[in-house]
Nanobody
Framework: QVQLAESGGGLVHPGGSLRLSCAASERTFSSYIMGWFRQAPGKEREFVAAVRWIYGSTYYADAVKGRSTISGDQAKNTVQLQMNSLTSEDTAVYYC???????????????????????WGHGTQVTVAQ
């Protein structure tokens, strides 16, 4: 399994922005689905965003759609999550996830399920507060 390491978390003021990065131990652009999930205290893990490089497809949770962008740096084997207009509701530990798959029939609802992914990073804390 690919090894993943997140970075970029920290304390951000409401309305601010943050860019999270996930470094993969191997090339993921051609055959992996990469995702971001988050888990707030006392809440279940939830989907944030995902990308399928091979099809050029991106997916976003309604809670972050329009103010978040998932992107990647192929040369560095990294995937980034840019989040803007942050609120306290975005406070959580953010996890990077991956699964190797080139199957075209994977639905967006399936990859929004954390159980679909089989590689996970250790997470990075994002705190939005004054």
């Amino acid at each position: 399994q690919v090894q993943l390491a997140e970075s970029g978390g920290g304390l951000v003021h409401p309305g601010g922005s943050l860019r999270l990065s996930c470094a993969a131990s191997e090339r993921t652009f051609s055959s992996y689905i990469m995702g971001w999930f988050r888990q707030a205290p006392g809440k279940e893990r939830e989907f944030v965003a995902a990308v399928r490089w091979i099809y050029g497809s991106t997916y976003y949770a309604d809670a972050v759609k329009g103010r978040s962008t998932i992107s990647g740096d192929q040369a560095k084997n990294t995937v980034q999550l840019q989040m803007n207009s942050l609120t306290s509701e975005d406070t959580a530990v953010y996890y990077c996830a991956a699964r190797r798959s080139t199957f075209s029939g994977i639905t967006s609802s399936l990859l929004q399920n954390g159980n679909f992914f089989d590689s996970w990073g250790h997470g990075t804390q994002v705190t939005v507060a004054q």
